[in-house]
């Protein structure tokens, strides 16, 4: 059913009229041009199209628009602020976690849900967390250490709280 939607994205008032049952990935991506949203297998296998909704990350291929209503929606484009990176994005970069960028949104903002229910995660915990996004170029290692190097820069905050 078409109607108007109103939520936050990116700290920024959004209100779209759209049919509420499309996918937030497709409204993210087409309506609102978070290309930064990836499609990966549009399943809920691989996370690609992670995102954060109220804090916690979600995959948007499997969410409905109106899911959103009324909430806090952040994308990858909304991770950093003031013209800063936020410490997971340096991280990445500085850990060579980043190589055909494809997965990278999805695992930043998976890890920053991460970080954001557990301040000082150990290498297992983040292992365990990050179970299901996936990396098509094998770079977990480098993943888990950019992950494990941000929290311990981050002192256990998420720079948006």
């Known amino acids: 059913m078409e109607r108007s939607i109103q939520f936050t994205l990116n700290r920024r ?6 049919d509420d049952e499309r996918t937030l ?13 990836k499609y990966g297998c549009g399943e809920n296998h691989c996370g690609a ?6 804090g916690r990350s979600v995959r948007s291929c499997m969410v409905p628009v109106k899911f959103v209503e009324g909430k806090e929606v952040m994308t990858i ?11 997971l994005q ?3 970069m500085e850990h060579g976690a980043v190589q055909c960028g494809f997965c990278t949104p999805g695992m930043i903002l998976k890890a920053y849900s991460i970080l954001a229910e557990n301040r000082q995660p150990s290498r297992e915990e983040i292992i365990k967390s990050m179970d299901g996004e996936l990396c098509r170029c094998g770079t977990y290692n480098r993943i888990i250490d950019a992950v494990q190097a941000a929290a311990g820069e ?8």
């Open 13 to 18: 008032p959004v209100q779209l009229k759209t």
């Open 154 to 161: 981050m002192k256990g905050g998420t720079h948006h709280e």
């Open 77 to 87: 484009e909304g991770l950093a602020e003031n013209g800063q990176l936020h410490p």
């Open 90 to 92: 340096k991280a990445f």
């Open 25 to 37: 990935l497709w409204v993210l991506r087409t309506d609102l041009g978070m290309t930064g949203v």
């Open 49 to 54: 199209c992670t995102i954060i909704v109220d």
